[in-house]
Structures are given as C-alpha cells and as structure tokens.
C-alpha cells in the first residue's frame, strides 16, 4: 500500500474511564487546577480507580476496505467508534482520517430534537461538509431514502428510533462520505431498511467509501467488510483478513459458551449439573478424550475422532444394561445419541463389580460449537434410569480453516456433499 492509500489510521491509540463518577470527578479536578499550574499529568497512565476501555489498538485502513469490529459486550468497540468520530479524545495515540467522514453512532445522535427531519437534514449534511447548494440538490434523495416524507416537517422529537436511523443513515450515505463509521444502529431499522442500508454500504464500498462497522451481527459483518478486529478487553485480539477473524471469534464464542457451562456445574472436576437415577449404576470420571490421548483438552478439531471414557460401578447384577452418551448443542438437546445397545455391544449379564469403558467415535460431524455431554445407563427392556448425570462433559469442535465460513450458527450437523451446477439455458 502507498502511503496516500489510506483513508483511516489509528496509531497505538487508548482510551481510559474510570470506574466511579466520584474518583472521575476528583481526578479531572486535580487535572484541570494541575492544567491552571502549568502541572498537567501523565493521560497515558491509569490512576487509582481507571481502567483502559480502549488499550493500545494500531490499524491502517486502505481506501475502499471495510473494518468490521467486534467482540462480546464491555471489550470496547464502541469506545473505539467513538474516539474515530472525533466524539472522545484518546489518552494516548492519536487516530487520522481522510475525506469526508460519515457517522451513524446511535439512534438519534446528532439530532436537535425540536428541529424537524429536514431541518435535522441541513445541519448534518453542512457538518459532514456539504454545501448549501449541494444540501438543496440531495434533499428530495435523502427524504425519498428515508421513506420519511409524511414526517419530515415533524420535530424529530416524535420520531421512533427506527425513524431517527432512516433519517440519519439517509444522510450519512447521500452525501457519498469517503469514511463511513456504523455502530449497530441498523439494527434498529425494520429488515426492509436494513437490506435497503446494506445495500447501499455495498454501493458505497464500491465506490470506494471506506467503512468501519461495529457490530454483534457476524452477517452482517462478514457481508460488508473485508477486514475485522476482533477486541477482547480493549485490546486487540486479532486484526486482519475478515475470514481468519471471524473464525477466531466463532472459536473465542464457543470456548465461552463452554466456559459458562463449566462454571455453572456444582462439584468437583466438572460434576454433573443433575445425577439421578436408581442408582443400580453409577458412571464417574466421565471424560472426552481426542484421538491424541490428552484428556485435558477440551478442544476438537472438526471431524477430528473422540472417546468418551469413564469408570463403571455395577453395584448388582443387570441382565440387559444399556450405556447411552447423548450431546447437547447450545440451542437443542439431543442432538446426537451414541449408544450401546444400537451400536451392537450386547453386553448380557453384567457382574457387579467396576469396569472400565471407552466410547470411541471414529468419526463425527459436528459444526464448530460447544458441546455438553450427558450418560445415561437404562435397562433396555423396561427403559428404567439405573444412572442419569447431564452436563457431565464439553467439548468445544474448533472452525476448521477452509470450510464454515459464517453460514447459520444454529446449524450443529455436518453433510459431506456434491454440489453440481450444470447451465441450462442462458
Ligand atoms: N462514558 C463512559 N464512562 C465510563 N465508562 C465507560 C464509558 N463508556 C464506556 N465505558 C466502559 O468502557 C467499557 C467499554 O465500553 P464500550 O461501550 O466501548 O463496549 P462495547 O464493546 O461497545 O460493548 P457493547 O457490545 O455492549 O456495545 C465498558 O466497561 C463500559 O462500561
């Protein structure tokens, strides 16, 4: 990339809060009187009661690229919208844009409630540097983009925050900026205008306008940009080509959603969430183990081969014992059974007595996500619980580097299949 290439560029920039209005109170007290001696203090240092919301974030943006930042709740983004709209100041680093810069950071924002839609329109378009005969020869454009005309003589004060992101997304994309910066406002509009925004970002794009969107929808993420930021704590976690990130945060996700799990299970080393049953058999030390042996790690390739093993405890004899291992996904139960009785281990008389017993899965098709385990032990004829735990193991199946590029995060199952594209007609 030449260097006159770029439209956005962030340099090691960080952003500081802190955690009660209090201490921020005093802090900025003691800065201004300090500012008054000519005794300003160091910004890029955290003082008692701060913490960085926004932490040493460096990237460059090309003309025409797209960034589509995200993360979970809290890492960040939106302070990081923020200081790119010029809204906050960073404690540290400095952020450089070129061209005219649009911004759709929430509903609303940049309005004067008591002025009407296209009075609303005039200022924000002249603040995004259109002229006043420019302003004239877009307005009927943005009114007809907004789908607002019955209500554009209205004080924006009445309108819905549905309305107030039509009105201000109409003026953002009019007024053709060459740095456009969307928060997850659109999310707010109906899915008409929604399709009709992203649409219009895709045009926009073209043209050449780079965007930088935040938001929890990887979709929309992944239709838009090329490139991604995937922030955890106000740091970066990983910056680059759009797939590799999203496929990091979708791994990030599941480990999480695995983690949440994991926390909520009462007892030791990951006991059952619930353990009923007659009690005429008791599983313990339930484990899934990958094909390596490593029993600690919680983590699958996709398609790679598992066990699942656990010591047996028959405390009287059963004639006709079934050992079942059903996996949960995020959204649905049971979505995959694996058991005994179906997968020919007749196993007759049991003796009471400890066993060990090992369920090897030579191959599954799991989608990258986070999986529970449950074991059950069931007579087979009278269906009776011997042993029930749920939620007694998790596996998290890792996003494989050259399929599962965001499709349907509800999808849990993997179909090897051909696909044939033949051309009938032209
Ligand atoms: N004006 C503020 N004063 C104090 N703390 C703030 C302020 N704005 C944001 N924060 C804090 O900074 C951190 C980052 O917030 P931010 O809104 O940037 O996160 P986010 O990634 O956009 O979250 P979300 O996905 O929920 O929108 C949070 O801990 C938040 O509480």
């Known amino acids: 990339m030449s260097d006159k290439d770029w439209t956005v560029r962030a340099e090691s920039v960080s952003k500081k809060f802190g955690l009660s209005l209090r201490r921020s109170m005093a ?86 409630p008591m002025l009407t839609g296209r009075e609303n329109i005039y200022i924000n378009a002249a603040l995004l540097g259109l002229s006043p005969r420019e302003i004239r ?24 925050s549905g309305m107030q992101v039509r009105l201000g997304f109409a003026v953002a994309a009019v007024s053709e900026p060459e740095v456009l910066l969307v928060d997850e406002v659109l999310a707010v509009g109906d899915l008409n205008f929604q399709k009709k925004c992203y649409d219009y ?21 992944w239709a838009v940009c090329d490139r991604g930021l995937f922030m955890d704590k106000g740091e970066v976690k990983v910056l680059g080509e759009i797939e590799r990130v999203i496929r990091a945060y979708d791994d990030q996700n599941a480990r999480n959603a695995a983690r949440t799990r994991e926390s909520a299970l009462p007892g030791p080393g990951g006991a059952s969430e619930l353990i009923s049953g007659t009690g005429d058999v008791v599983c313990d030390n339930i484990k899934i183990v990958a094909k390596d042996g490593n029993a600690a790690k919680k983590e699958l390739h996709f398609k790679e081969p598992f ?14 014992l079934v050992i079942r291992a059903v996996l949960d996904a995020a959204h649905y139960r049971n979505i995959c059974t694996i058991d005994s009785h179906e997968q020919g281990l007749l196993v007759g008389r049991v003796m009471p007595g400890r066993y060990s017993l090992r369920i090897s899965v030579p191959a599954q098709n799991l989608r990258p996500g986070s999986y529970d385990l449950n074991i059950a032990a069931i007579t087979r004829h009278a269906g009776l619980h011997l042993f029930l735990a749920l939620k007694c193991g998790n596996v998290v199946v890792l ?6 590029l965001y499709s349907d995060p509800n999808a849990v199952v993997h179909f090897d299949a051909d696909f044939h594209l033949d051309q009938v007609s032209s």
């Open 137 to 160: 020869s877009h307005m009927d454009e943005i009114v007809a983009f907004s789908e607002l005309e019955q209500f554009i003589d209205m004080p924006v004060k009445h309108y819905s």
């Open 399 to 404: 996003n494989p580097s050259d399929k599962f």
């Open 27 to 112: 802090h900025g007290l003691r800065d201004g009187l300090g500012r008054l001696v000519g005794a300003g203090s160091d910004s890029s240092l955290l003082r008692d009661g701060e913490f960085w919301a926004v932490k040493d974030i460096s990237f460059t943006l090309e003309r025409g690229q797209s960034l589509g930042i995200m993360g979970v709740n809290g890492c960040g983004k939106t302070t990081l919208l923020r200081i790119l709209t010029g809204i906050y100041k960073p404690d540290a680093g400095r952020v450089m844009l070129r061209g005219r810069v649009g911004a759709l950071i929430a509903a609303g924002a940049g309005f004067s």
């Open 201 to 221: 970002l895709f045009g926009l794009k073209r043209k050449g306008t780079s965007i930088v969107l935040v938001s929890h929808s990887i979709g929309a993420i």
């Open 307 to 320: 066990d699942i093993v656990m010591d047996v405890t028959v405390h009287s004899a059963i004639d006709d």
